[in-house]
């Protein structure tokens, strides 16, 4: 099971950070990624980290890059997605997911081809 936190409003320029706990399954043996639903639009990832930490950030067009960064603590087993700079276009619902099997490329690169676990999501919302 995996418990996101930490969302709510926001103005833009401002931080959140949001939390990812996982129950069941140790963080040392899977990756966890943060993606994004925005209102009437796909759903995109954002950051993806792996078991040995190393992370990868979905990164077209610059969308997060120097703003958002992705960690872990395996003594608590969440996974934290600090948002700095924070954007109207950010606004969304923010899931976190894990896989046992994918990197965190591959997860977050290969999403829509169906992850093991996902949270239910929080809420978002950035205003201008």
């Known amino acids: 099971q995996l418990v996101e936190s930490g969302g709510g409003f926001v103005q833009s320029g401002g931080s959140l950070r949001l939390s990812c706990q996982v129950f069941g399954l140790s963080l040392d043996i899977a990756a966890v990624g943060w993606f994004r639903q925005a209102p009437g639009k796909e759903r995109e990832a954002v950051a993806c980290i792996g078991d040995d930490s190393a992370t990868y950030y979905e990164d077209y067009e610059d969308f997060v890059k120097g703003r958002f960064t992705i960690s872990r603590d395996t003594a608590h087993n969440t996974v934290y997605l600090q948002m700095n700079n924070v954007k109207v276009e950010d606004t969304g619902v923010y899931y976190c997911?894990?896989?046992?099997?994918?990197?965190?490329?591959?997860?977050?690169?290969?999403?829509?081809?169906?992850?093991?676990?996902w949270g239910k999501g929080t809420q978002v919302i950035v205003s201008s």
């Open positions: 997911a894990l896989d046992s099997v994918r990197t965190p490329q591959t997860m977050c690169q290969l999403h829509r081809s169906g992850l093991d676990y």
